[in-house]
Structures are given as C-alpha cells and as structure tokens.
C-alpha cells in the first residue's frame, strides 16, 4: 500500500502564488506518472498537471504558463507550483501516483490518491 500526504494548500488573492507538496511513501518500486487533479464544487476531477518518470509533462489548458509540476523521484515527491491564480483555480487538489509496489517477494500495481488539500483564491 501506497501513501500520499499533500501539504501547502490556503488561502490567497487573486493574482497571487501557492506551492503544493506530495510525498508519497510505502513498498514502492516504481512510480510511473505522478500526478495533481482538482475538483471544485460541483465539478468533476480534473487533470490539472502530471510528470511521467521519464521527465514528460502534461499540463491542463488552464494552467499553462501559470502552473509548474517537479518531480524528485529520489525523495518520491511531486510539487506543484501556482502562480498568477485565479477564483477559477479554487478546488480541492489532490496528488495521484501510479506505480509498482514490491511486498513480501510480491510486485503489485497501485493507483492511489492524497487526501486532497483545499485551495481559495479570492477576488
């Protein structure tokens, strides 16, 4: 089983920056894509930025140019920096990280989720 634990989220103004954390831990032997999703009232999850184990990013239309995901897969962190938010950027985020898990003598796939980290940009 696999832990992840975001930290980071607030309150900021429009206009403004947050830094987003998660670190995972647990048997892990390998993670291939780690990544942010957020979800606001209402809404569906969205994808909102991720990075494969071989340095790909993906970034949500939304968010290009404001948002900035890094990986250190020594540490098996995933940081997501937020700049120039928006009202429309308030939503929970949560980390996500998919991988290979080794226990036991056992390899095993997980697909697990943080708790998730509020995030409020006011006007």
């Known amino acids: 089983q696999v832990q992840l634990v975001e930290s980071g989220g607030g309150l900021v103004h429009a206009g403004g920056s947050l830094s987003l954390s998660c670190a995972a831990s647990?048997?892990?032997?390998?993670?291939?894509?780690m990544a942010w999703y957020r979800q606001a009232p209402g809404l569906q999850r969205e994808l909102v930025a991720n990075?494969?184990?071989?340095?790909?990013?993906y970034y949500a239309d939304s968010v290009k140019g404001r948002f900035t995901i890094s990986r250190d897969d020594a540490k098996n962190t995933i940081d997501l920096q937020m700049n120039n938010l928006k009202t429309g950027d308030t939503a929970v985020y949560y980390c996500?990280?998919?991988?290979?898990?080794?226990?036991?003598?056992?390899?095993?796939?997980?697909?697990?989720w943080g708790q998730g980290t509020q995030v409020t940009v006011s006007s």
């Open positions: 990075k494969s184990r071989y340095g790909d990013a």
């Open positions: 647990g048997s892990i032997f390998s993670i291939n894509i």
């Open positions: 996500n990280a998919d991988g290979v898990g080794y226990r036991n003598g056992y390899y095993y796939s997980f697909d697990d």
